[in-house]
């Protein structure tokens, strides 16, 4: 309020400075103008009225005017400019020459001083009014009263009429001090109630920011809880799978090795189940997030068919796969929670198809200069789903049928799951099915293409293999013309049959034109004649000798029997074919790299070196599966039952390789991993250490990388990884340090099949 | 000690409102000295005002009876009238304000002649200039105007004051001598206006005689 005050008092007297100097001016104008000069008879001089415009007027002026524009706050200032407004009016009336007019300057000045909102200033103004009328009514009263004789009080009644203004302006001065008080007071009560809601927001923030720290501690705390359930679930999974896959590789009796399989297949059942609950509550706690690693796509398919081919070929179920796509050499994305979509939808489809077939393809959606958009779809000619339920299949605990639940198993949530991951993927996922007619879901996914490698196309074919003439035989149309697509792609000429008798017939026909076949592809499963029984026949027939014949098979080469080697097949490759794959396979049987029989069956079966393998595990069950299965696979095992005792059993050069629970009663693995490399550091060597846990939370692999350990096998485990990750590791025999070897054969049930 | 405070309040010297004007400051002494100067000042500048606007000039000295050798011949149905004017007096235009006023009441009870002073050494135009009283006595209705060259007539009537008026019955006795203004070239009422009306309305005027502010007719003040 007095902030205000202050400002008004300030643009008042402002005001009332620039009018004083005008006043002063027009005082010497008027003046002049009225009376110039003086004169008697012909003589003349200035008019004294001009003399006291310029001094007088200035002299009114000068003081107020000056204060009014340094201390224009200052309450002398405004006495005097009320008393000094006055004594202008004065001085102005005179100088008019009496003019009744100018008299209401005066009154006009009184109403100007009611700006200051400052009834006091009233008082000096009225005070020099009724003095100056009071003392020329005494001394002059002719100069303001017109005659000589007047009533000494008629100055009263002069005075009286600026005490009737002086009235009206300090009930207006009141009046005006009142509402301001008033839009103070309203100012200040906004400002109050701003303050306390601006208190209210800083307390309810604080409220909220400790609601939210006790969030963010609870979901901590969930997160912890899901790692530990995850870590304690999978412990005992690990005995019971574990156990399971080493009873089954004993001799046992039909019976048991029935109840055994049962005993694996539920475990694995539960195991999935479990993995899918622990995927869901981490979606729904928000703590799912994506990786950003480089990888290849185009093997990851790959892998991910070559999973699905023995299940399909059990249910004698067609697995195509159709990759449409140039891609780029490396991607940037989530591969395993690609894979877990890719896994899903295809283990889906399987478990809903009884005949039939199952195709994987792959197309592409969209590409600029720095990501792919993929269009993947995973049709089958499986039971379909219900346009009632085909909304509704990609909510969490929906199956679309209940009574599916009953026949196929499942949660319910792996479509749910999916659905989320894929939108983490900035894609989305959807499905056309007809009941009973079988389904093609479908995503998209959006990859940044890695700078790693530049972008060009992987399966581009040497200029050899254009203009060759190849005959696919396969009784699966489909598969005929993914073939067909794929071979045309490579430039050369394939020649599509049937069935057995057909490619005969086509063959004899070539010979006779002179353009017998380079090569020939043979499904190994056809009805009438098989492809072995067609690749007999070819070589047993003269005249159809040299073309180099690849099997395509859903078993693989170990189970197609002793005699394949008789039948004289260049190659053997199980389906689904990828493009890579058959790529590599076409340029192998056609001398262009490579043996021409590949691991895959040469050698699939042999054993790796014997390795000094170091047991840390605490657990009982956990350390007699491992113990078990790395014996079986002919390695020589160490055991540690703590970490103390890791360590000291640990000497350089004694151990080709350490398995490292992480878990472990004093020393847990990261610091035995952690003391270990310390001693390297003095002693050289570097012992491989691969970490084995159950904790399978993201970030768990980056610790164990970061303690200073090589490789990653995760609880419960799986026969053919620990074969794979000691292939992979294979080292020489009594050597310091193993390598990577990712040229290594794999396992038969999971290693390559080409 | 209200009274003092108030004052206080007025110069602004509460130490808490003003801290650089408390009692004992520098500027607190200037603006003191300032203010007693300005109040010094200005009483002389209105004193010298009030002096110079009502001192009335040198003091007529009529005939008593209208002399028989004045330009103008006395009137016997009405009173005659004569108005002395410097034609450049800034002052007598309050005069010539006045006059009509009277005449607008009581015009046709009077025979008004207005003597305007004529040097015979300055052009006519000198007297006729648009910036002197010249329109403003032309423009007086009913009246008279004549060219006193080198004030004749008024130096005949005793006039030495611009403004000076006259009143002469119908027998030619002198009844009022004196100025219409209240003062120097201030309009509004005056004695002198009250005392012409009362005089041609037949009553007693409480003077007959009244100062007279302007220049100078013919050379002195």
Known sequence: MAEHQNEIYAQTSRWFAILMLLQWVAGIVVAIWISPRTWAGTASQVHPHVWLAVFLGG?????????????????????????????????????????????FHIFGSLAFLAYYRDWRVLIPATLVVACDHATRGIYFPQSVFGVLTASPWRWVEHAGWVLFEDIILVRFCLRGVSEMWEIARRQASIEAIGLDLERKVQERTAELEQARAAAEEANRAKGAFLANMSHEIRTPMNGVIGMTELALATDLSPEQRDYLETVRTSGESLLSVINDILDFSKIEAGKL??????????????????????????????????????????????????????????????????KGEVEIRVVEAGRDDRSITLHFLISDTGIGISPEWRDRVFEAFVQADGSNTRRYGGTGLGLSICSRLVELMDGKIWVESRGGRGSTFQFTSRFAVSAEAPAAPRTAAPEALAGLSVLVV?????????????????????????????????????????????????????????????????QDDPTLAGPRIMMLSSVEASA??????????????????????????????????????????????????AMRILLAEDNIVNQKVMLLS????????????????????????????????????????????????????????????????????????????EAGMDDYLAKPLRIADLVSLLNRWKCVPNSSNCLSSDSAAGFPSSGPLV | MVKIAWWKDVIGGTASRLPNLTSHSRAYYVLLISLVAWVGALGFGLRTLLLFSNTPGTQASPPSLFPGDSPIRLSHDRASLLVFIHPQCACSGATLSELEQFLTCCGKQVETTIFVYQPSSIPREWVESQSGLWPTVRRLPGTRVVRDLDAVTARLFGAHISGQTLLYDVNGRLAFSGGITASRGHSGDNDG??????????RVPRHRHTPVFGCALYGER
């Open chain 1, 560 to 609: 197609a029997g002793p005699g394949l080697r008789a039948t004289g097949l260049a190659h053997y490759v199980v389906k689904p074919v990828t493009k890579a794959s058959l790529l590599k396979a076409v340029l192998t049987v056609l001398g262009e790299h490579g043996p021409r029989v590949t691991a895959a069956y040469s050698g699939a079966n042999e054993s790796p070196d």
């Open chain 1, 474 to 538: 396969d009784d699966n149309s489909t598969n005929r013309d993914i073939l067909r697509e794929l071979l045309l792609r490579w430039r050369m000429r394939p020649i599509l049959a049937e069935s057995g008798p057909r490619a005969l017939e086509i063959m004899h026909r070539e010979v006779a034109v002179g353009d017998p076949f380079a090569l020939i592809l043979l499904d190994a499963h056809m009805p009438e004649m098989d492809g072995f029984a067609l690749a007999r026949h070819i």
């Open chain 1, 59 to 103: 002299a009114i002026t000068a003081l107020p005017a000056v204060l009014a524009i340094l201390r224009p706050t200052l309450p002398l200032t405004r006495h005097l400019v009320a008393a000094a407004q006055m004594l202008m009016s004065a001085l102005l009336i005179h100088l008019s020459g009496g003019r009744i007019e100018t008299h």
């Open chain 2, 193 to 202: 206006r009250e005392a012409l009306t009362a005089i041609v309305g037949n």
């Open chain 1, 630 to 705: 790395l014996q079986k696979l002919g390695h020589r095992v160490t055991v540690a039952t703590n970490g103390k005792s890791a360590l000291e059993a640990y000497q350089p050069n004694a151990f080709d390789l350490i398995f490292m629970d992480i878990q472990m009663p004093l020393m847990d693995g990261y610091e035995v991993t952690r003391a270990i490399r310390q001693r390297e550091r003095s002693d050289g060597g570097h012992v491989t250490i691969v970490a084995l846990t159950a904790h399978v939370m993201k970030g768990d692999r980056e610790l164990c990388l």
């Open chain 1, 289 to 354: 997030t994506l990786d950003s690693v480089d990888f290849d796509l185009e093997e990851l398919l790959q892998d991910v068919v070559r999973a699905f081919a023995i299940p399909a070929h059990r249910k004698g179920l067609e697995l195509l796969y159709q990759n449409q796509v140039h891609l780029p050499a490396m991607l940037v994305g989530d591969p395993g929670r690609l894979r877990q979509v890719l896994v899903n939808l295809l283990g889906n489809a399987t478990k809903f198809t009884d």
